[in-house]
């Protein structure tokens, strides 16, 4: 018992210790909804750890002398002390505090100076801290009727605070925010009207300026729903870190859109294009100036947003200017709308600075500001349809007297053109005609080159068999001679004795050896004269000369043909090789073909002879064919061919050999023969190792031309 009292009479003391914190009037209730902050008493808390004893116990408090007391930005908590007296007949005090912003709210009733706490929330607490559901701190104060309690307050934000405090008896506090509830929702209505007409101007004529109009109203309603605390209510409660940044967010969220749309509204990159670059620097500073408030100093990062913010307006209003004195009526627009945005938004800024007092107009002037610049907007950009319109029509009947011009041009220049076209006609007609002749020409010289490279071998097969059968001329002449004389001996002799005188002479002159020697010469003169046939034949069948028409033909036959036409000239030098297949005949001019098949051979034969590596030296034809095509591959172990000239040894007068040894039409012959006989001719080369050329032509060629039809 005696310790009770003790502790009665200590607490007792420490009560009787603190001194008077405010000498101000108690707040009467009756007189209606009024801010009271004249009435406040006000301590900074720097170190934001005063406990509510600490703070009724802690002198330096000071008096408030505006209405809605504005405590800037700062990292410090601020404590507020007033009285109230409720002079009405209700048993309870409605507390309004009309300011969603501030982060940390905690409210104390006061009891003989003993502070009894009613709420502790804020905007950085979750939504069900708070005691009366609203997007503004509302509170209910049990304070009796004719009761005088006082109050205790504790704020803190980082960003703008101000402490807008009204008073209401519960019985009226709905009748008093039905108007504030009619004139948001009389705004909100206004935007999501111009938000919806320009989304479906958008989705009409797909103009990018009306999709980025539409992002920016839906912006600046978010953040005057974020200011007014219906954001966090209604749509972000359950983030409590989003919901302290949503404002500063939204804000420069709004101010990149009002850029972008005005780049595009009235053509900056066109009519100032130094400006319209340095918006991309305001980007930058935007990005680094909210890292500093979502990061690392938030009251910081807010004033250097306001700064911020401030300076893009500006510069916004500036180029706006510029472009319209250089006639864009769409600039003039753009400067109504802004000019009601930039006052709006300055005496809402005044209002933060506490310039201008705080009430319902200086409250509202940054959402009436920014539903006028709305309303202008959507009315310069209808206007830009009409103007588009016209400029429409204009251009379409610029095109139209146009097209009348170009038609004009056109029938005068088609006569012309129709008259240098006969011209150019027939001389193209005449040079085709000695185009076909050079060709003509052309491929001619090249088999008669061909055919000339060949004599110097050709001879020399023929003139061996000839020899031969000249120098057996002489002894077939004797000893023919020596026969004769004995058979016309015997034919003389009349008697047995001049038979034997005969008989004697005979062996004398070995004419049994004579007549056995005759079948040797004759069997000589006959292989001479059959492979001195032989040649003449396979040179016959090479040039085909009787054979211009197509004809089936055996390339089997041709290529060995070719072979014993070429063979003489590189016999000893290098090995040819056949490696036939039997194979049906082909459709073609066989002497074009085999012309094809001595040019490619000759060729390949001649790459061997240029290897001076002493690895062997070989040409192999092989031929193969399948149900529609006939196959012919000639490949050689010369010296190969790079890249760089496989991809240009089709073309005319293209050779790699020394000038008089080539007139580099060979293989474009072969190509064009080939093409007119609707084959193909590929070629793989590899340098050091040597060539194929794969020949691949249509067995009936009216066949493939109807294939390809």
């Known amino acids: 018992m005696k310790t009770h009292l003790g502790t009665l009479l200590l607490a007792a003391a420490m009560i009787a210790s603190v001194p008077?914190?405010?000498?101000?009037?108690?707040?009467?209730?009756?007189?209606?909804?009024?801010?009271?902050?004249?009435?406040?008493?006000?301590?900074?808390?720097?170190?934001?750890?005063?406990?509510?004893?600490?703070?009724?116990?802690?002198?330096?408090?000071?008096?408030?002398?505006?209405?809605?007391?504005?405590?800037?930005?700062?990292?410090?908590?601020?404590?507020?002390?007033?009285?109230?007296?409720?002079?009405?007949?209700?048993?309870?005090?409605?507390?309004?505090?009309?300011?969603?912003?501030?982060?940390?709210?905690?409210?104390?009733?006061l009891k003989d100076d003993v502070p009894v706490p009613i709420a502790s929330t804020g905007q950085n607490a979750p939504l069900d801290s708070r005691t009366i559901a609203q997007p503004e701190f509302v509170f209910s104060l049990p304070i009796a009727s004719a009761e005088e309690r006082g109050v205790l307050l504790r704020v803190k934000s980082d960003k703008q605070l101000q402490v807008p405090v009204q008073l209401h008896m519960p019985s009226r506090f709905s009748e008093s925010r039905s108007m504030k509830n009619l004139t948001i929702g009389a705004y909100i209505g206004i935007m999501l009207v111009m938000l919806f007409y320009n989304l479906f101007v958008y989705f009409s004529i797909r103009d990018r300026s009306y999709f980025i109009y539409v992002a920016y109203i839906l912006l600046v309603c978010l953040t005057q729903l974020a200011f007014w605390g219906h954001g966090q209510y209604y749509l972000w409660g359950g983030s409590q870190w989003f919901s302290i940044k949503a404002s500063l967010i939204f804000t420069f969220a709004t101010a990149i859109a009002s850029s972008e749309f005005m780049k595009r509204f009235i053509n900056t990159r066109e009519h100032v294009p130094i400006m319209h670059r340095w918006l991309s620097a305001f980007y930058v500073?935007?990005?680094?100036?909210?890292?500093?408030?979502?990061?690392?100093?938030?009251?910081?990062?807010?004033?250097?947003?306001?700064?911020?913010?401030?300076?893009?307006?500006?510069?916004?209003?500036?180029?706006?200017?510029?472009?319209?004195?250089?006639?864009?009526?769409?600039?003039?627009?753009?400067?109504?709308?802004?000019?009601?945005?930039?006052?709006?938004?300055?005496v809402f800024t005044l209002k933060d600075m506490g310039i201008l007092p705080?009430?319902?107009?200086?409250?509202?002037?940054?959402?009436?500001?920014?539903?006028?610049?709305?309303?202008?907007?959507?009315?310069?950009?209808?206007?830009?349809?009409?103007?588009?319109?016209?400029?429409?029509?204009?251009?379409?009947?610029?095109?139209?007297?146009?097209?009348?011009?170009?038609?004009?041009?056109?029938?005068?220049?088609?006569?012309?053109?129709?008259?240098?076209?006969?011209?150019?006609?027939?001389?193209?007609?005449?040079?085709?005609?000695?185009?076909?002749?050079?060709?003509?020409?052309?491929?001619?010289?090249?088999?008669?080159?061909?055919?000339g490279q060949l004599t110097a071998g050709i001879a020399h097969e023929i003139n061996n068999p000839v020899n031969f059968i000249t120098s057996n001329i002489a002894p077939l002449r004797r000893n023919l001679g020596e026969v004769v004389e004995t058979i016309n001996a015997y034919r003389k002799a009349e008697s047995p004795d001049a038979v034997a005188k005969v008989r004697e002479?005979?062996?004398?002159?070995?004419?049994?050896?004579?007549?056995?020697?005759?079948?040797?010469?004759?069997?000589?003169?006959?292989?001479?004269?059959?492979?001195?046939?032989?040649?003449?034949?396979?040179?016959?069948?090479?040039?085909?000369?009787?054979?211009?028409?197509?004809?089936?033909?055996?390339?089997?036959?041709?290529?060995?043909?070719?072979?014993?036409?070429?063979?003489?000239?590189?016999?000893?030098?290098?090995?040819?090789?056949?490696?036939?297949?039997?194979?049906?005949?082909?459709?073609?001019?066989?002497?074009?073909?085999?012309?094809?098949?001595?040019?490619?051979?000759?060729?390949?034969?001649?790459?061997?002879?240029?290897?001076?590596?002493?690895?062997?030296?070989?040409?192999?034809?092989?031929?193969?064919?399948?149900?529609?095509?006939?196959?012919?591959?000639?490949?050689?172990?010369?010296?190969?061919?790079?890249?760089?000239?496989?991809?240009?040894?089709?073309?005319?007068?293209?050779?790699?050999?020394?000038?008089?040894?080539?007139?580099?039409?060979?293989l474009a012959i072969v190509y064009g023969i080939i093409t007119e006989h609707d084959g193909r001719i590929q070629v793989e080369s590899e340098p050091g190792i040597g060539s194929t050329f794969t020949i691949t032509l249509p067995l009936q060629r009216a066949r493939q031309l109807e294939q390809r039809a």
């Open 20 to 109: 008077s914190l405010t000498s101000a009037q108690p707040v009467p209730v009756a007189q209606g909804p009024v801010h009271i902050g004249k009435r406040f008493s006000i301590l900074e808390d720097p170190s934001s750890a005063l406990s509510p004893i600490d703070a009724i116990r802690t002198p330096g408090y000071r008096a408030s002398e505006m209405d809605v007391p504005n405590l800037g930005v700062s990292n410090s908590a601020y404590w507020i002390r007033f009285d109230v007296k409720n002079d009405t007949d209700e048993d309870a005090v409605i507390l309004d505090i009309q300011h969603a912003e501030i982060e940390e709210l905690d409210v104390y009733l």
């Open 285 to 346: 500073l935007i990005g680094v100036v909210m890292t500093i408030y979502l990061f690392i100093a938030p009251p910081l990062g807010y004033k250097l947003a306001q700064l911020t913010a401030g300076l893009l307006a500006t510069y916004l209003f500036v180029t706006a200017i510029i472009v319209w004195r250089k006639g864009s009526r769409q600039a003039g627009y753009f400067i109504l709308a802004w000019t009601a945005f930039l006052t709006g938004t300055m």
């Open 358 to 451: 705080y009430n319902d107009l200086t409250v509202f002037t940054m959402p009436i500001g920014s539903a006028i610049e709305g309303v202008l907007l959507s009315f310069g950009l209808a206007d830009r349809i009409n103007i588009l319109r016209r400029e429409k029509e204009r251009s379409q009947a610029e095109s139209l007297a146009m097209a009348q011009e170009n038609e004009r041009l056109i029938r005068e220049q088609n006569m012309e053109l129709e008259r240098k076209v006969h011209e150019r006609t027939a001389e193209l007609r005449e040079s085709n005609e000695t185009l076909k002749r050079t060709q003509v020409q052309l491929v001619q010289s090249e088999k008669m080159a061909s055919i």
């Open 505 to 666: 002479e005979e062996e004398r002159a070995g004419i049994q050896e004579s007549i056995e020697e005759l079948d040797g010469i004759i069997a000589s003169v006959s292989e001479g004269a059959q492979r001195t046939a032989e040649i003449v034949r396979g040179l016959r069948n090479f040039s085909r000369l009787d054979e211009d028409d197509l004809k089936h033909a055996d390339l089997n036959e041709g290529l060995a043909s070719t072979l014993a036409v070429l063979a003489p000239q590189y016999r000893g030098k290098t090995e040819l090789v056949l490696d036939l297949q039997e194979m049906p005949k082909v459709e073609c001019f066989p002497g074009k073909i085999n012309q094809v098949f001595m040019n490619v051979m000759n060729n390949a034969a001649q790459a061997t002879l240029a290897r001076m590596d002493g690895r062997p030296r070989r040409v192999t034809v092989t031929t193969s064919s399948n149900e529609h095509e006939a196959i012919v591959r000639i490949s050689d172990t010369g010296v190969g061919m790079p890249e760089e000239v496989k991809a240009r040894i089709f073309e005319p007068f293209f050779t790699t050999k020394p000038v008089g040894e080539g007139t580099g039409l060979g």
